[in-house]
């Protein structure tokens, strides 16, 4: 979805949440809308995959891996791939994908993740932790399957865009909650996220006993301005998305490899 395009204009109060955020609805949709996308395609998984680096033989876990896309360029770099979701619809376009042998999981990730300690090199988590109120079970459980040395690769909404949608204007401070439609093939769906500022994002991973090693503001794919010469300027000059590279502490004991 491009929410570059008018997000204000998409923002609304829906009383009625019941259906917020149900992927399952309108996966088919929304996963063909995202593959080529300005934002997704040539913004959201270059800067994931840059991020990554060299990824071949690492164990990743993709969480939050929807139908598959940042999960299968990671898999063409030769890492070892496992992905999760809530979404069944979701996991089911995801192994249309990857091959009806992929490693994928339907898991809520508020709850205890299905693997155990120290499973995995690498857990991305590409625009999933801003529909979380709290994150502290969610990163716990990241930490957890991480072995010593591993990293947690994940992207947000920025405050930028997810405080100024929005007038008059949320205290910064407060994690807050805000809603606004999306639509893909004439179908309207609300969705819900979590906005935090800065410290409070940068809090939440350093409690759950991350070590912070970068925070990036990327550019889009140089590739996408003559592919969408109208809006990649914005793009270029007004951020959309937070991205984070955080580290479990290495081993004290012996090699982290």
């Known amino acids: 979805m491009d929410r570059l395009t008018d997000v204000s204009e998409r923002f609304t109060r829906s009383a009625d949440l019941a259906q917020v955020n149900d992927y399952d609805s309108f996966a088919e949709a929304y996963s063909a809308e995202t593959e080529c996308s300005l934002v997704n395609a040539y913004y959201a998984r270059p800067a994931m995959l840059d991020l990554a680096g060299d990824v071949a033989g690492r164990r990743i876990l993709d969480a939050g891996c929807g139908s598959g896309p940042l999960s299968a360029a990671l898999r063409d770099r030769g890492a070892v791939v496992t992905g999760i979701d809530t979404s069944a619809r979701m996991l089911s376009l995801a192994k249309r994908r990857l091959g009806d042998d992929a490693d994928v999981h339907q898991v809520d990730l508020r709850d205890h993740l299905p693997f155990d300690d120290g499973t995995f090199d690498v857990v991305v988590s590409s625009l999933v932790l801003h529909y979380l109120e709290d994150w502290r079970p969610t ?119």
């Open 139 to 257: 990163l716990a459980e990241s930490r957890r399957v991480l072995r010593p040395g591993g990293r947690l690769i994940a992207s947000v909404d920025h405050p930028l865009v997810a405080y100024t949608i929005q007038e008059p204007r949320p205290d910064y401070f407060a994690t807050t909650s805000y809603t606004f439609d999306w639509t893909f093939g004439g179908q309207t769906v609300p969705m819900k996220f979590w906005r935090k500022s800065l410290h409070a994002m940068t809090d939440a991973f350093t409690t759950a006993g991350f070590r912070l090693s970068n925070i990036s503001e990327p550019q889009p794919d140089p590739a996408a301005r003559e592919l969408f010469p109208d809006s990649f300027h914005d793009l270029s000059v007004k951020p959309c998305f937070l991205f984070f590279v955080v580290e479990v502490p290495p081993s004290t004991t012996g090699s982290d490899d």
